[in-house]
């Protein structure tokens, strides 16, 4: 998977808890992003990350923050999980100099 | 914002057969249309992708077309075998934004 991994691969929570989701990556690309699949609506994207601490909104931002601190790692947080933010979560590198995505292995996240 | 959707959701064909999906687009400006096949349980993966100044790509088995003025663009497997089922999503992409089709499980009979 190109040199990208998430944790945990697997999660269960309860409604009301945060949960961080983890992207690691070891490609030094300058762009990471982080989509979620959901039956009929193909991947959607959360958020985005264009350099160290430079964020950006995506399609289905709402209930999701993100955070850079370095450029290997894009952390995924949902402050206050709801039962439908249960789905599978994917994060994509970029180079800067290329328009394709690596996708990384995905988390399944449930919330009860 | 862009809107992209595909068809169809399912298709069966029997092995050596050929399989086309379509899609459409929304937003003229798009500029990069790659296609991404998933297998159970995995990240997608690119298998093709297509530039807007470019009308059509080959690569062996694998094509794909591009018709800007009517947006869309589709993919074309020849030959297929069973390794080829999978769910394959298109895309289209205008700078940090890409917006997926919802997705064609393909399922090559053997």
């Known amino acids: 998977d190109a040199g990208i991994t998430q944790s945990p691969r697997h999660k269960v929570t309860e409604t009301g808890t945060p949960v961080t989701l983890r992207c690691h990556q070891t490609?030094?690309?300058?762009?990471m992003y982080w989509y979620r699949q959901d039956p009929g609506h193909g991947l959607r994207l959360i958020h985005y990350?264009?350099?160290?601490?430079?964020?950006d909104k995506g399609e289905v931002s709402d209930g999701y923050s993100v955070s850079r601190s370095k450029t290997e790692d894009f952390l995924l947080t949902l402050e206050s999980a709801t039962s439908s933010q249960t789905s599978v979560y994917f994060c994509?590198?970029?180079?800067?100099?290329?328009?394709?995505?690596?996708f990384g292995p995905g988390t399944r996240l449930t919330v009860l | 914002g862009e809107n992209v959707e595909q068809h169809p959701s399912t298709l069966s064909v029997q092995e050596g057969d050929s399989a086309v999906i379509k899609c459409t687009y929304s937003?003229?400006?798009?500029?990069?249309f790659p296609w991404y096949k998933q297998e159970l349980g995995k990240g997608p993966q690119l298998i093709i992708d297509?530039?807007?100044?470019?009308g059509e790509k080959k690569d062996q088995r694998i094509a794909v077309t591009l018709n800007k003025t009517a947006k869309h663009f589709s993919l074309h497997i020849t030959e297929t075998q069973p390794e080829d089922s999978a769910v394959y999503f298109c895309?289209?992409?205008?700078?940090?934004?890409?917006?997926f089709g919802a997705g064609t499980r393909l399922t090559v009979k053997p």
């Open positions: 297509i530039r807007s100044n470019v």
């Open positions: 990350s264009y350099g160290v601490k430079d964020t």
């Open positions: 895309a289209a992409s205008i700078h940090n934004d890409m917006r």
């Open positions: 937003d003229s400006a798009s500029n990069y």
């Open positions: 994509a590198i970029k180079d800067n100099s290329d328009n394709e995505q690596f």
């Open positions: 490609e030094n690309h300058r762009y």
